[in-house]
């Protein structure tokens, strides 16, 4: 029988039962879902495309991130989180992790307002503001696309046509610590790119703890080993690696 089932899943019928599923959920099942519970967490999908709720479901988003959260942070950690997207990480640190200091921020006004929702939803008051991580205070222009994980201030403008961005106030890591207000150890930052101008050699002795998504493919290699590298001369260890998504630890 295991042999008969695997020479039927090579065959074309199959292939067609496969492709007619998948449009069908695309088409009927996704577009009808409203919201997703996600471990114990509630999450408005309404204004989410058909793609991130089934990324959602499949319980693939943020999969690295989430493990690394788990297994590296504990509930006396204080938090600053650049990139909060829809709330899941900070969401999985307050109500399953039991961190009480976590202070975040999200670049795209309209996913800053599904965050808020989204914490409204699980009981939770946010500190968060609507603001970008960049080389320098003041305003810039973010490329937003259909989904939230697409946004980024890293683009090349004059190679793309129909591009659309927003407006949005941006500030220097050193700028969004002192807009948190509260001191942090723990620095969690996925933001497509935009890791490239922090100036690393700046943050404080205190943070001890580093959850860092890296860009290559926005960056470029030699940015994201620099990145890594000023790390390490700084004193910290990777201590996980998992597809670009790095924990590094201050010895």
């Known amino acids: 029988m295991p042999a008969a089932k695997s020479l039927f899943e090579k065959t074309l019928i199959h292939?067609?039962?496969?492709?007619?599923?998948?449009?069908?959920?695309?088409?009927?099942?996704?577009?009808?879902?409203q919201e997703i519970t996600l471990e114990g967490l509630k999450f408005d999908v309404s204004e989410l495309s058909t793609k991130i709720r089934n990324r959602l479901l499949s319980g693939a988003y943020e999969a690295h991130e989430k493990?690394?959260?788990?297994?590296f942070l504990n509930p006396s950690d204080s938090v600053l989180e650049v990139g909060g997207a829809i709330g899941f990480i900070g969401l999985l640190c307050q109500k399953k992790l039991g961190i009480k200091?976590?202070?975040?921020?999200?670049?795209?006004?309209?996913t800053y307002e599904i965050l808020k929702r989204n914490c409204a939803m699980n009981g939770v008051?946010?500190?968060v503001w609507n603001m970008a991580l960049?080389?320098?205070?003041?305003?810039?222009?973010?490329?937003?696309?259909?989904?939230?994980?697409?946004?980024?201030?890293?683009?090349d403008g004059a190679g793309k046509e129909g591009v659309k961005t927003v407006r949005v106030p941006a500030g220097t890591l050193q700028t969004l610590l002192k807009t948190a207000g509260e001191k942090v150890n723990v620095l969690i930052i996925d933001i497509e790119g935009a890791e490239q101008f922090i100036d690393f050699r700046q943050i404080p002795e205190e943070i001890s703890k580093i959850i860092i998504e890296l860009h290559p493919k926005v960056m470029g290699q030699?940015?994201?080993?620099?990145?890594?590298?000023?790390?390490?001369?700084?004193?910290?260890r990777v201590a996980r690696e998992e597809s670009d998504t790095f924990v590094f630890l201050r010895k």
């Open 15 to 33: 292939h067609l039962i496969q492709e007619f599923q998948l449009r069908y959920r695309f088409k009927y099942v996704l577009p009808k879902i």
């Open 101 to 110: 200091n976590y202070a975040c921020f999200e670049a795209n006004p309209r």
């Open 125 to 127: 008051q946010p500190r």
């Open 222 to 236: 030699e940015i994201t080993y620099n990145i890594v590298a000023t790390l390490i001369g700084l004193g910290f």
């Open 67 to 71: 493990q690394m959260c788990c297994d």
């Open 134 to 155: 960049a080389h320098a205070d003041g305003f810039v222009d973010l490329e937003v696309g259909s989904d939230f994980w697409e946004n980024s201030i890293c683009y």
